[in-house]
Structures are given as structure tokens and as C-alpha cells.
């Protein structure tokens, strides 16, 4: 059994599920809309590469300070159905249904909340999951995280210790990601893919002969709705 190791945002999903997810909380009264101008930016610095990650958890994760799982819950499970699911990229369900038939083993590994990763994962049908660990103290959400964050060289340290409790290898490993934050990983599996890459992840694609997909919402006429290509 091999593993199919997916990123989540922008590569199973359109977009950041972190900022959509803060959008929706602003939307329903959840969260300040004071927050987004601030969020916006801190974002533009992740897909710049230049991301404190520890920052943007600390500043984002501030609505959820003295709620229970069950409060988050109920919201992130109206959340997924309404705004992530749409956001799901056909071609990525296509493509975890074929590792299945495979007999490979999946796992959602993002540098999102596991509050988000969880139950999206367990909605695409993925038991194993691997987000940033959020704080609870009695009953309650801190506001805080703990323990290594799932980001750039965070990802390979958490995967590894996941890898050595689950008894799993990377040996016939493929790895799917868009960002340039997720070099480490892609470098870390046998067949790295590069899904929609950022312009420094293509660059990596085309300078080491990774394989690069296209993947899109929206139909294109005239065309089998994705591309695939490695670059020799």
C-alpha cells in the first residue's frame, strides 16, 4: 500500500479554506469584519512565501477564544456544505478515487486548523488527516495552537512522526500541492505533482521533471477538463 499525500487549499479546494472560513465567520456575525483587511494581507505574504504562520493563527483564530467543539462544529459543518464543497475541484475527487481503487492509503496533510481539515477530509471520503493542532482548555477552544504547525518544513516533521505511528513508509509515495511552501514536501515523495503551481513551484516543476496538472471548477468546452504533463 502506497500513500496519496494531498495539500488541501488550492489543490483539492479553490481557494484558502482559512480566509474563506473567516470570511463566512464575518458573514454570519461570528467574526468582525475589521478583521479581513488585516487577514488579506497576511495572506498575500503566505502565497509570497513570507508567511509568519504562527501570526496568522494567532490573529485568526481569535473567534473561536471560549467556544466548544460542538459550537465549532455545527458552524464548520454549514460551512463545508456551503462554501467548500462547490469549491472542490472535480479533478481532485477524480484523482483520490482513482488512489483508492489503487489501494492506496490517503492523507490530507494543510497547514490549516485541524478544525477545518478534519471534516473536510472526512467528507471527501479520507479518514487520515493532518492539520495544525488548536488548543482546548475545559471544553473550550483557546484560541491558541500547540505543537509543530503543519507549514512548509512543519509539514515533513508532523508527516514523519504520523508515518512512524502508523508504521508507513514513503517508499511509492505520490504527493500533490500548489504552493511553493510545499517544496519540502513534493521533494520528500517519489512522484511529486504540482497542481495549478504558483510561478516559483513551476519553475521547481520544470528544473526537476515533476509532473504538473491543471485542474479547474469550471468545464471547458472541447476539452477533457484537465491537463497533465511532465516536464523533462
Not at 47 to 62: F, S, V
Not at 119 to 128: F, H, K, N, T
Not at 134 to 143: D, N, Q
Not at 157 to 175: M, V
Amino acid at each position: 500500500m502506497a500513500l496519496a499525500i494531498f495539500d488541501m487549499d488550492d489543490t483539492l479546494v479553490d481557494g484558502d479554506s482559512s480566509s474563506l472560513w473567516l470570511n463566512y465567520q464575518v458573514a454570519h456575525g461570528l467574526a468582525p469584519a475589521a478583521m479581513l483587511p488585516r487577514e488579506a494581507e497576511m495572506l498575500r505574504a503566505y502565497y509570497a512565501g513570507k508567511l509568519a504562520m504562527e501570526d496568522y493563527m494567532a490573529y485568526t483564530l481569535t473567534p473561536l477564544f471560549g467556544l466548544t467543539h460542538t459550537e465549532v462544529e455545527h458552524w464548520v459543518n454549514q460551512f463545508i456544505e456551503e462554501v467548500i464543497l462547490p469549491r472542490i475541484f472535480p479533478q481532485a475527487l477524480r484523482q483520490i478515487e482513482l488512489h483508492r481503487q489503487r489501494g492506496d492509503r490517503l492523507l490530507i496533510i494543510s497547514a490549516t486548523g485541524e478544525h477545518l481539515v478534519r471534516p473536510i477530509a472526512q467528507r471527501l471520503g479520507v479518514r487520515d488527516s493532518i492539520g495544525i493542532l488548536l488548543e482546548m482548555k475545559e471544553g473550550t477552544y483557546t484560541s491558541k495552537t500547540h505543537g509543530v504547525l503543519s507549514y512548509r518544513e512543519g509539514k515533513i516533521t508532523r508527516l514523519q512522526a504520523w508515518l512512524e505511528q502508523q508504521g508507513e513508509t514513503l517508499a511509492g509515495s505520490h504527493g500533490y500541492s500548489d504552493s511553493l511552501n510545499d517544496i519540502p514536501l513534493l521533494e520528500a515523495v517519489e512522484y511529486p505533482h504540482a497542481v495549478n503551481p504558483d510561478a516559483t513551484l513551476r519553475a521547481e516543476t520544470h528544473r526537476r521533471g515533476w509532473t504538473e496538472l491543471t485542474w479547474r471548477r469550471e468545464p471547458l468546452l472541447g476539452s477533457a477538463h484537465e491537463t497533465e504533463k511532465t516536464v523533462r
